[in-house]
């Protein structure tokens, strides 16, 4: 940010919200997201599409809510806490939209060469951010678009634009760093796809199990996947974090944005 804007000092909301319990500002949208995701199928050839557009959306909220206390956690200074609920969703749709336009055309070139399993695991891509994936291919390529929609809302967040290519012209320059983020946050979502994968072998057996009410089973997996959608977006926002703050530290390249940690 240019020394000029630094004169005006910044509108920011106060830290106030659930108090000590700031992690759970995200927990809202992603308990929707899951919920649409478990009432997608129901809805018919109309409703369908625009629940899983609106759950897509949901998890974008949370990422923003939770990369705002990510940055805020290790001492960064972000202005997304200074966003109404209308300028959050037009940066919705300035940052999201391009990313899935950018994972909708990935995933058909990737297709178009043959390997349409892969294709299909990549337009989960968003969905992976905070739900689980099957294959590592698809976990790493979650991991990619995690860090290029972070590197888009700081540029946002910065005054600058959300231009996809100038984000994935900036994740290429930091990839020193952001590489091993993208690394590292892969084999975390595969260590955690398999304790997932654990923990849901156990909540089937009580699903299946006869005795327990019905409604208490759903519940019981509705929060098992809800769960761990929290558990992932966290872990994996704080990886990305760590590694965008080593990236300013190390001044890989000259910026004005605004992130967890400019250099001196």
């Known amino acids: 940010m240019s020394d000029v804007a630094h004169l005006d000092p910044p509108v920011r909301l106060p830290n106030v919200s659930y108090g000590p319990f700031r992690l759970l500002e995200a927990v809202p949208w992603l308990m929707l997201a899951t919920a649409l995701r478990f009432i997608q199928a129901r809805l018919g050839p109309l409703g369908g599409p625009l629940a899983i557009a609106a759950w897509h959306v949901a998890i974008f909220l949370a990422f923003l809510l939770a990369a705002r206390r990510m940055i805020e956690l290790t001492d960064g200074h972000t202005e997304l806490g200074a966003l109404s609920f209308r300028q959050q969703l037009e940066l919705t749709r300035k940052v999201l939209v391009p990313v899935l336009l950018f994972m909708l055309a990935s995933a058909f070139v990737v297709a178009y060469l043959g390997a349409r399993w892969v294709a299909g695991n990549m337009l989960l891509g968003v969905d992976a951010i905070a739900f689980d994936q099957y294959i590592w291919i698809g976990m790493a390529w979650s991991a990619f678009l995690t860090a290029l929609m972070l590197l888009m809302v700081l540029n946002v ?23 091993w983020a993208i690394i590292i946050a892969t084999v975390a979502q595969i260590v955690l796809h398999a304790v997932q994968g654990a923990a849901r072998a156990a909540v089937h057996a009580y699903v299946w199990m006869p005795g327990p009410p019905h409604s208490l089973q759903k519940l019981v997996f509705f929060f098992f996947v809800f769960g761990f959608a929290v558990l992932r977006l966290w872990m994996t926002l704080a990886i990305m974090t760590f590694w965008l703050r080593q990236s300013y530290r190390q001044a890989v390249l000259p910026t004005t944005m605004n992130g967890p940690e400019r250099p001196t």
């Open 157 to 179: 967040d910065s005054g600058g634009r959300s231009h996809l290519f100038a984000a994935l012209r900036e994740l290429w320059q930091r990839a020193s760093c952001m590489g």
